[in-house]
Every structure is written in C-alpha cells, then in structure tokens.
C-alpha cells in the first residue's frame, strides 16, 4: 500500500440527497482518484474530477439514486464501472433500478453494463491502496462496502443511528441484520463509516447508539 493516504470527499447529489464519494491521491504522477456511487445530477462531482485521472467507478448497489450519473461520470473519465454480478442487469433495466418506479423523481434510467464484476472478499488495488469487497446484502441483493484501513463504505446498509429499508424488490431484512452484526460490527471500532445519504459515524458509535441493531 501507498504510504500517500488518500482524501476523501462527498458530494451529495439528486433529489434523495445521495451520497457520492471520491477518493483521491496526489502524487509524482498528478491527482489520481476513483469514484463511489456517482448519483443523480452529477455536475459538482464531475466539475471537480475535471484533470483527475479517475481510475474506476465502484457501485455500492444499483439503485437509482446511486447510479444515476454513471453515464455522465464514465464518459467523462472514461474509465471501467464495477458492481456486483447479482445486480449486474439493473444498470440495464429501469424496473429493477427503481427508476421505472419512481417517476416523479425521475425518468427511467438505464446505462451501458459495467466492465467488471465483485464478489465477496475480492481486493481492489485502485489509486495505490487495497480495498477490500464485502457483500452485504439486506438493502438489495448485490450490496456491497469497501474497506481500506479504517474507513468504510456502507452504500445503503448502515447509517449513522439507521439501516438500509428492505422494503424494495430484493430487500431482505435478515440479511440486512446478518450483514451488519456479522461483517460490520465486528470490524475495529475506530472505522470510520461512509454512508450512502446522511453523516459519517463510527462502527464503535453505531453499536453503542444505533436502535435498530440494539
């Protein structure tokens, strides 16, 4: 691993207020970055990486509000998009992303199929770090976090004080639980906690406070 850490920012994007991320480093070789969950109306986000080189798009899941600016973000960096193979065709389909669904947010929403699949366990060697797959499933069926170090990303499994609804096609609640007590809450208790929408919080915060999981 890189001894350069690497920076972190959000940019909340679309109508649901979804959180997307990017993940940059600056070194001999210019700002490299990659980008996580690039959601609805992505102008800021791609105003930004505008002379980053962007060395991946990862999806934490596909709803929506979360691969919403895939498109816009892909042609702009032109790079590869990964997610999990269980929701490899809801890039391609507006009734399994949700779009279909909710048109008074938005129009159905489809995008060219992702270059790379995930999987459980796999690493991710993207702007000279390692980061780790972790299939949480609960929220939808191919969720996924990644973790570097002490930092998480949650897509839409664990809140700060909440969890991801399971009410959508593909929820499962128990899944939802398995996935939070039995691969996120025995991480250490100082990781930090990327969400999908709302604050960061901790692992440790999150077992003390959270009352879902209580």
């Known amino acids: 691993m890189s ?5 972190v920012e959000t940019f909340t994007l679309g109508p649901l207020q979804t959180n997307a991320y990017l993940l940059t480093v600056s070194d001999g070789d210019g700002e490299r970055g990659f980008i996580i969950d690039p959601g609805m109306n992505p102008r800021r986000l791609l105003e930004r ?3 980053v ?4 798009i990862v999806l934490t899941h596909a709803h929506f509000d979360h691969m919403g600016g895939v498109d816009e973000a892909r042609k702009a960096a032109g790079c590869p998009v990964y997610i999990h193979d269980l929701e ?3 890039l391609t389909d507006p009734r ?3 779009s279909m669904r909710w048109q008074d947010v938005t129009p159905p929403l489809s995008t060219d199929a992702a270059e790379y699949a995930l999987d459980e366990g796999q690493k991710l060697e993207l702007i000279g770090h390692t980061f780790r797959v972790m299939h949480t499933p609960g929220h939808s069926p191919g969720s996924v976090s990644l973790l570097c170090g002490s930092h998480l990303f949650s897509g839409d499994v664990l809140f700060r004080q909440s969890v991801g609804r399971t009410d959508l096609p593909g929820g499962k609640e128990r899944d939802l639980y398995d996935s939070i007590r039995n691969k996120l809450y025995v991480l250490d208790p100082e990781t930090t906690v990327y969400p999908g929408h709302g ?3 901790t692992i440790g915060f999150e077992k003390a406070n959270n009352p879902y999981t209580a």
């Open 88 to 90: 490899a065709d809801w």
């Open 96 to 98: 399994k992303n949700g």
């Open 53 to 56: 080189k962007i060395e991946a």
């Open 3 to 7: 001894g350069v850490q690497f920076k």
């Open 199 to 201: 604050g960061r919080t």
């Open 49 to 51: 990486i505008q002379g």
